[in-house]
Each structure stands twice: as structure tokens, then as C-alpha cells.
């Protein structure tokens, strides 16, 4: 997806809470192993990702961390949230699609070179 953000087929929209939530997971013990990966990983992405800040909260999610990935979708005019988890979310909200990484795919269909 990176490709296609940097192509211009694809806008990736991040805020500063979004961000600090991305630094917060990746550091997670869990990750250990994978440390330098995700740390290479999430630079790429946030060096390509549109900066937005909310402008109307969102409380549509019982995480306020979930609630502000809404809330920068709102504020950026996105078509949709990608999530990994998704059954924290609702299906839509106000315009916003919610989907996986999988079906943003499909939707987007095959990168053409």
C-alpha cells in the first residue's frame, strides 16, 4: 500500500494521536522480535501519510484510541478506516467505511504499473 501512496492512488491519512498509538504498539513486548522491522515499517508509512487533526470528536467506539482513527477519517474526507480490528468499530460511520486491509485491496483492485 505504501506504492500506491506514494503512486498517488492512494492517501493515507495519520494524526498526532494516531502516530503516538502506531509508536505505542509497535513498542509493545510482544514485538520484541520484531523491532527494527516495525520501527523501518511504521517510518515508511508515516513518511508518505498526510498529517490531519480532528476537527469534531468521535464517539462512536467504546476505545478513544479507535475513536480518533474516525475522527482523523472525518477531518481528511477519507472513503475509509483500514483496521486489523475491525469488530471494535462500526461497519460505517457518518460516510466512513470501516474494512480490512484485505477488502481495501479488492476495492482497489490490481496496481497497474
Request: aromatic share 4%; glycine share 8%.
Amino acid at each position: 500500500m505504501v506504492e500506491r501512496v506514494r503512486g498517488g492512488t492512494l492517501r493515507l491519512a495519520v494524526s498526532n494521536a494516531i502516530s503516538s498509538e502506531y509508536h505505542e504498539v509497535a513498542a509493545r513486548k510482544k514485538f520484541e522480535k520484531h523491532r527494527l522491522c516495525l520501527a523501518e515499517c511504521l517510518e515508511a508509512i508515516l513518511t508518505v501519510a498526510e498529517r490531519f487533526e480532528p476537527i469534531e470528536p468521535c464517539e462512536a467506539c467504546g476505545d478513544p484510541d479507535d475513536n480518533a482513527m474516525l475522527a482523523c477519517a472525518l477531518a481528511a474526507g477519507a472513503q475509509c478506516v483500514v483496521t486489523g480490528n475491525g469488530r471494535h468499530f462500526p461497519s460505517e460511520w457518518r460516510g466512513v467505511d470501516v474494512v480490512n486491509a484485505r477488502t481495501l485491496l479488492e476495492r482497489l483492485g490490481p496496481v497497474i504499473p
